[in-house]
């Protein structure tokens, strides 16, 4: 197996990234692989309570395409982390915390998404690739993209 380019673990001048450095890049993943889902369920809660009034464990169930066992798990460890409230058969509400968290998602989430569709990314490709890359990108990445998107705006708008 042959490999053209080395250049995601080349430091600037063509030698390979530290072991310290390149561990850190592992260690990033993981840690937004540990709170990506806890994120996500959050971030739907926190759009159903907006746009229904209410979120229930049948419609997360549905809307992340899981069984009502596995909402449930995540529901009591939501609880656990102070994130959310919940009785059985009742609304799940976000706590302050919760609401923080969600707010923080969306803000990434719509970020990451206007700036794929500025790209020119189709519809559904944004929307899908965005539900992932919110929570991997950084806060300087972040900056850059909504930038951009503001600078792509200001230069589609007519003059006034």
């Known amino acids: 197996m042959s490999f053209k380019s080395l250049d995601h673990i080349r430091c600037g001048r063509g030698e390979l990234l530290d072991p310290d450095t390149h561990a850190r890049q592992y260690s990033n993943v993981r840690k937004a692989h540990e709170t990506e889902l806890i994120e996500d369920y959050v971030e739907l809660i926190a759009d159903l309570l907006q746009a229904k009034g209410e979120a ?18 995540m529901i009591r460890r939501l609880d656990e982390a102070g994130l959310v409230t919940s009785q059985p058969y009742r609304s799940i509400f976000l706590t302050d915390a919760g609401i923080r968290m969600a707010q923080v998602s969306r803000k990434r ?17 944004a929307r899908q690739d965005a539900e992932g890359v919110e929570h991997h990108v950084s806060e300087e990445t972040l900056e ?17």
Do not use: I, N
């Open 109 to 125: 989430h719509l970020v990451v998404l206007r700036f794929l569709r500025a790209l020119g990314v189709s519809e559904t490709t």
């Open 144 to 160: 850059l993209m909504q930038r951009f998107v503001a600078k792509q705006a200001s230069l589609t708008q007519p003059d006034e």
């Open 56 to 73: 229930r464990a049948v419609e997360l169930a549905q809307r992340m395409g899981v069984t009502q066992a596995t909402v449930g798990k």
